[in-house]
């Protein structure tokens, strides 16, 4: 066989994904998108229960279950894992997985902490594999759009950015707000809220304020953070979960001369609405509204750049670094708040 022909058969080898848990996030995020993206499949499983591990499978029509993860992880036939175990399982299991030559999509949030993070980075840097959070919201056509309005200043120079992530979820026993497995609202839902800001904006704030409800000690079921930016730009972040307030996920960026409104940028698929308001307009120049279509959902176009960043090199807007900063910015919130950032779950727990 010629040389050209076994480059071609290595570029068509399809990109064969594990997935770490049986969780109820995988099917939308990975398994759905996977079967619309040529060169994607999803092989392999792994559970703490077997007969859990196997169900999922024969459900979803995965070849392969592993008896634990660590065999997951070390299984050379697989070539990247998806890892959405609890959030203070994503560290560990992110380093195992790059130490076994694997590729990652590690769930949000990225680690525990930042310190967690930044030693996921060390790893990553060390190995070269790529490694992407799963900031699906950042891959779709209206992250890109939002950021280039702001760059452009549409609204004028920023003054203020805010962003809230406001859900009721009332389920008391959730592994989201376990405090042993890294939980919170701010951890849960909060984190995206966190992202978007700091995308916008392009820069890292201080914390000058924050104040906290919690469910449980150490938990916080609603959570509200003042930020500053070195050049004076404000920012605001509200989260709320086990909370009765009044649902809402939006983005808004007010500019010396307009608002920038951004509804749902973190499921844009299901709904959006970008709405550019200026102060003063000229007769008959009516406020901008428009709603963003893409292609297929926004965990179709992480899987599909995920894919891309593994196969030919392409572009990681989620990458360790950005990561990193994320969790600095949530154990800056905490700190502020008065209570403690998370800590990674002691393996085997």
């Given amino acids: 066989m010629q040389v050209g ?61 592993h008896a634990s993860y660590e065999a997951l992880v070390s299984d050379p036939t697989i070539d990247a894992v998806y890892n959405p175990l609890p959030n203070g399982l994503h560290g560990h299991w992110t380093i195992a997985a790059l130490r076994q030559g694997k590729h990652v999509l590690c769930e949000k949030p990225f680690t ?29 056509p209206l992250a890109d759009l939002v950021v280039a309005l702001v760059q452009e200043e549409a609204m004028g120079r920023v003054q203020h950015i805010e962003a809230r992530a406001i859900i009721p979820y009332f389920k008391p026993g959730d592994i989201r707000f376990d405090l042993t497995l890294a939980g919170g609202s701010l951890m849960d839902m909060g984190c995206y809220a966190v992202h978007q800001v ?76 970008v709405s550019l308001k200026l102060r003063e307009r000229k007769l008959g120049d009516e406020p901008r509204r428009q709603m963003v279509k893409g292609e297929g959902s926004t965990y179709w176009y992480q899987l599909r750049a995920f894919h891309a960043a593994v196969r030919e090199g392409g572009p990681v807007l989620t990458p360790p670094a950005d990561s990193a900063a994320n969790m600095a910015l949530i154990d800056a919130i905490y700190t502020a708040a008065g209570m403690l950032p998370r800590l990674p779950t002691p393996v085997g727990t």
């Fill in 198 to 273: 700091r995308t916008v904006a392009g820069a890292e704030p201080a914390v000058v304020r924050a104040t906290a409800k919690e469910k449980s000690p150490g938990i916080d079921r609603w959570i509200r953070a003042g930020l500053r930016w070195p050049d004076g730009r404000t920012g605001r972040i509200t989260v709320a979960m086990y909370s009765l307030a009044r649902p809402m996920i939006d983005l808004r960026v007010q500019g010396d001369f307009g608002l920038l409104s951004v509804l749902n940028p973190t499921r844009p698929h299901s709904f959006n609405r």
């Fill in 112 to 140: 525990a902490n930042a310190e967690e993070a930044l030693a996921v980075k060390a790893v990553a840097d060390e190995t070269g594999l790529v490694v992407m959070e799963a900031f699906h919201w950042r891959y779709h």
């Fill in 5 to 65: 022909t076994l480059a071609t058969l290595r570029l068509v080898t399809p990109l064969r994904i594990g997935i770490l848990g049986a969780s109820r996030i995988a099917p939308t995020a990975v398994l759905e998108p996977a079967a619309k993206i040529d060169g994607v499949e999803v092989v392999a499983v792994a559970a703490r229960d077997a007969r859990r591990a196997e169900h999922y499978a024969r459900k979803h029509g995965i070849s392969s279950v």
